[in-house]
């Protein structure tokens, strides 16, 4: 018989001190969202369909849509990618990727393995994707599909021409996937009026919920494509039709994530009550002070302003300076967690929900220039504060 193992409980293994959790996700969570993350309801009877039915509402608001096919999913960002992917492409679907880094390649390899004839746009570093150059694959391509992120986390970019780039695929008859896990809520985003097909989001980023639950909405030009699948999605799991069962008619399709249903629902909840102009504005006026903070202690943004993303600031690292000695360095003295990267020479400060508040930008900008300077890259410290102070209060004057 094998020995039941001796295990150290949480309370040994966390920090007393909780982190300052301000990586590329998961961010901060409220309180009314960690206390409904403790509860177990039924997942099916009168209460949940209550809740589902709350979240289907403000979920219309903050994806800015009409369409009753906004549905969730038990399972990462990256479970929401596939069920938006594998509903509406099947073998030799022809589907433009427009790849900006790391996320964006996986919405590629994901159309790859749902056996899409796939053709990835691949943008310049540090660029944003370009209107002229979709147009022209529209064109000779023909597309049934196109994949895009928002706001591309691993690198800090962030493709503007959404409105654009929206209006052109309706144009070319092609269903646009959106991957706003990062951005939602953040920045505006309006489905219906871009002409966006399927947006996806996950929990633990904009929303300001847990990891684990995520939400994807498709349009009603999407759903068609859905119905008109020549073949059953392979995937029993992601199959939009059936996740109506749940999303639609409060039954069962598999045991829902109550508890991160909950979560969310609280997560929700809270966004509608700050309302979404409110909480972009709170999000570029935290993440434009963090900005300015960062260039006054005499370091680099990775991204020209034309493409920067907001959600996520990217941070160039000097020659020779490793992004693994400022993460560790940061989280051991000062208890903040910051992110590295998949690749480029950048640590990256997340701008999402709970990271925007003003103690946590001091806090944070302050650990920053600390352990700069404790790993031998000088940096001006209190110059780096006072820009934080400055911009803070420009940009508080201007609303
Ligand atoms: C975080 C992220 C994802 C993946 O989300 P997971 O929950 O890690 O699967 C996908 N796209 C973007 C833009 C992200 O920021």
């Not at 409220?30 to 009168?46: K, Q, R, S, Y």
């Not at 996806?200 to 847990?210: A, F, M, N, R, V």
């Not at 609280?266 to 979404?276: D, G, I, K, P």
Request: some cysteine; aromatic content about 6%.
């Amino acid at each position: 018989m094998i020995q039941a193992p001796h295990i150290d409980g949480l309370n040994q293994i966390l920090p007393e001190d909780p982190l300052l959790m301000m990586g590329a996700g998961p961010v901060p969570i409220p309180g009314p969202v960690a206390a409904a993350n403790g509860i177990v309801i039924n997942h099916l009877g009168e209460t949940m369909a209550r809740i589902i039915d709350q979240v289907k509402r403000m979920g219309r608001y903050i994806f800015q849509t009409e369409s009753p096919w906004l549905m969730g999913v038990a399972g990462p960002g990256s479970a929401a990618m596939e069920m938006a992917v594998t509903n509406l492409v099947w073998p030799d679907t022809r589907v433009l990727c427009v790849c900006n880094g790391f996320f964006s390649q996986r919405l590629a390899e994901m159309a790859r393995r749902a056996g899409g004839e796939v053709e990835r746009l691949l943008i310049d570093e540090g660029c944003r994707a370009d209107v002229s150059r979709i147009e022209d694959i529209l064109q000779t391509f023909e597309p049934e599909v196109m994949t895009i992120v928002q706001g591309e986390t691993s690198n800090t970019t962030h493709n503007k021409d959404l409105a654009a780039i929206g209006a052109l695929a309706q144009r070319y008859n092609c269903r646009l996937i959106v991957d706003a896990v990062c951005t939602l809520s953040t920045m505006e985003l309006n489905m219906d009026d871009w002409g966006i097909d399927v947006v996806i989001t996950g929990g633990q980023k904009g929303l300001s919920s847990i990891p684990g639950v995520s939400l994807v909405a498709f349009s009603e030009h999407a759903w068609q494509r859905i119905l008109q699948r020549p073949v059953p999605i392979p995937h029993w799991t992601l199959d939009a039709q059936l996740a109506t069962r749940f999303w639609h008619e409060a039954s069962y399709h598999y045991t829902a994530p109550v508890s991160g249903l909950l979560a969310l629902h609280e997560a929700m909840r809270l966004v509608c009550e700050e309302t979404l102009e409110r909480r972009f504005q709170r999000h570029r006026k935290s993440s434009l002070a963090l900005q300015g903070g960062i260039e006054a202690l005499g370091l680099s943004l990775y991204v020209p302003t034309e493409a920067r993303l907001n959600s996520v600031v990217g941070i160039a690292l000097p020659e020779g300076l490793d992004s693994k000695a400022v993460c560790s360095h940061i989280s051991r003295h000062f208890r903040v967690e910051i992110a590295g990267s998949f690749g480029p020479p950048i640590v990256r400060i997340g701008q999402m929900g709970e990271q925007c508040r003003v103690h946590n930008l001091f806090r944070t900008l302050h650990a920053l220039g600390s352990t700069f300077n404790a790993l031998g890259y000088p940096v001006d410290l209190p110059a780096g504060m006072a820009a934080l102070e400055n911009r803070l209060q420009a940009l508080s004057a201007e609303e």
